[in-house]
């Protein structure tokens, strides 16, 4: 093995990962625990994950864009539950949902094609509102940022194109500027949100090309958003909670096919890894980032699952998973779930 410079070193509930080196072709081979019902026609992008309060469940939920439908499941086996939504424009509908994410109860979905964000509260089964229709014109991807009680900043990716034919960005309600942020409030039942200001320069030095995942890591005061253009891109760049770009990336010269999917695991107040999905048609491979440094650490591939998108994980014990399950979509029709406990013992079997 040729070995990267630096160790692989995190703290994971009581478990600790020392002196393990990496080359930037290390691919270490992690089986999946389960897959969820495959569907091709559902064309699968997004994942979030609910934990109901009232109950314990914890509920997986997949954009299903083809369908026009969120796919659900039961995020410990993947078991089929009932879909949810329909094609349309009324609450409860969707067209071509894309992003996906869940703060506390409520669950925030990017509809590309109806270019706006859907809020519902999971725990009433009730829609509350949409917003960005006034400002949002080809929208993908989205983050949660929480801050006070019933308060979100939310930032989503807004990927249209520079040719006025194709996704007229100069139209009335539209607004330039790859990333659109939004403060919203949800109180009592009701709903309200506002453009607070977009970000994301479609020129110069710190252009956004190709845009659609996008996390964020307020400790460290950084957003992550994907670049996929295969010419300019193919990076993760790296921007502060204001947006302004500060000259960092991930994944330069390391992502084989295209960034995609991007989620942080917590293993501490400061420390962490960053999983980003570097989306391969046959293969996807899921390339480690260090949370405080940025600095590559490693890979490790699924030994079926391939064509990456979305990916999302639950880092807490969830049946007989004491750790918790990490989940990516597989081939645009289903979803793979690993072990987080089975991540971490195939990278430190590295060490022999």
Same mark, same amino acid.
């Given at each position: ?42 064309? *699968? ?17 997949? $954009?299903?864009? /083809? ?18 939504? $329909? ?28 270019? &706006? ?25 989205? @983050? ?33 500027? &790859? *990333? ?19 970000? #994301? ?10 845009? !659609? ?19 300019? #891109? ?12 500060? /000259? ?12 995609? /999917? *991007? ?5 501490? !107040? ?13 293969? $996807?491979?899921? &390339? ?7 600095? @590559? ?10 064509? $990456?998108?979305?990916?999302?994980? @639950? ?38």
């Amino acid at each position: 093995m040729n070995n990267f410079k630096n160790t692989f070193s995190v703290l994971l509930l009581g478990v600790t990962l020392s002196g393990v080196s990496y080359s930037q072709n290390d691919e270490v081979l992690v089986g999946e625990a389960f897959f969820s019902q495959i569907d091709e026609a559902d064309n *699968i992008d997004s994942l979030a994950i609910w934990k109901d309060s009232n109950t314990d469940e914890v509920t997986l939920y997949a $954009t299903a864009k /083809g369908t026009h439908r969120l796919a659900v499941s039961d995020a410990e086996n993947g078991f089929p539950l009932p879909y949810m939504g $329909t094609k349309g424009v009324e609450a409860g509908q969707y067209n071509r949902p894309n992003g996906i994410a869940v703060a506390g109860d409520f669950l925030f979905v990017v509809e590309r094609d109806n270019r &706006r964000v859907q809020v519902t509260d999971l725990s009433r089964e009730v829609t509350l509102g949409f917003f960005g229709l006034d400002s949002l014109i080809k929208p993908y991807g989205l @983050y949660i940022q929480s801050l006070d009680s019933g308060t979100f900043r939310v930032f989503v990716t807004d990927d249209y194109a520079l040719v006025p034919e194709v996704d007229e960005p100069l139209r009335e309600g539209g607004a330039k500027g &790859r *990333i659109k942020q939004f403060i919203v409030g949800i109180d009592k039942g009701s709903m309200n949100a506002k453009l607070e200001k977009t970000f #994301g320069a479609d020129v110069g030095e710190s252009t956004l090309h190709v845009v !659609e995942s996008i996390s964020g890591d307020p400790f460290y005061d950084r957003l992550l958003i994907a670049d996929e253009d295969p010419v300019n #891109g193919m990076s993760i760049k790296v921007f502060d909670m204001k947006g302004a770009f500060t /000259g960092e990336s991930l994944g330069d010269g390391i992502f084989k096919y295209q960034p995609e /999917g *991007i989620a942080l695991w917590e293993t501490g !107040e400061k420390s962490g890894i960053w999983i980003c999905a570097d989306q391969g048609k046959a293969k $996807t491979i899921y &390339r480690l980032f260090d949370r405080e440094t940025l600095e @590559y650490r490693g890979s490790f591939v699924g030994k079926y699952t391939s064509n $990456t998108d979305g990916i999302c994980l @639950y880092p807490y014990s969830i049946g007989k998973y004491s750790m918790g399950l990490f989940y990516a979509v597989h081939d645009d029709s289903g979803v793979g779930a690993w072990s987080l406990k089975d991540i971490v013992e195939a990278i430190a079997l590295e060490k022999n």
